[in-house]
């Protein structure tokens, strides 16, 4: 079974930097856009970032455009998408995914908590 595995989160203040990484075979996901998604307690899932397989086309939400960097690496026979996170706010708090976009189903992981005091 093809695992994405999210890592990275944690407790942060208000205004501080978070990186988050996810990581799964490269065999499975070299050639696909991938993206970040999130979901807020009480909330639906939410489009964060995309980025292409090529690792330059990138697209971000309105609400974290400018502050939200997404990038993409291959090594070692996996591919790992990377979620650079600067001033953060409190309604960034949410468990983050990462997936295909669009998002196939079999690829959900549990994500990473994201929390964030203001």
């Known amino acids: 079974q093809v695992q994405l595995v999210a890592s990275g989160g944690g407790l942060v203040q208000a205004g501080e930097s978070l990186t988050l990484s996810c990581a799964g075979p490269?065999?499975?996901?070299?050639?696909?856009?991938m993206a970040w998604w999130r979901q807020a307690p009480g909330k639906d899932r939410e489009f964060v970032a995309r980025?292409?397989?090529?690792?330059?086309?990138?697209?971000?939400a309105w609400d974290v455009k400018g502050r939200f960097t997404i990038s993409r690496s291959r090594s070692n026979a996996k591919e790992t998408i990377y979620l650079q996170m600067n001033t953060l706010k409190s309604e960034d708090t949410a468990v983050y995914l990462c997936n295909t976009d669009p998002p196939l189903n079999e690829y959900w992981g549990q994500g990473t908590q994201v929390t964030v005091s203001s």
């Open positions: 490269e065999r499975t996901f070299s050639r696909s856009t």
């Open positions: 980025i292409g397989w090529d690792m330059e086309s990138t697209f971000y």
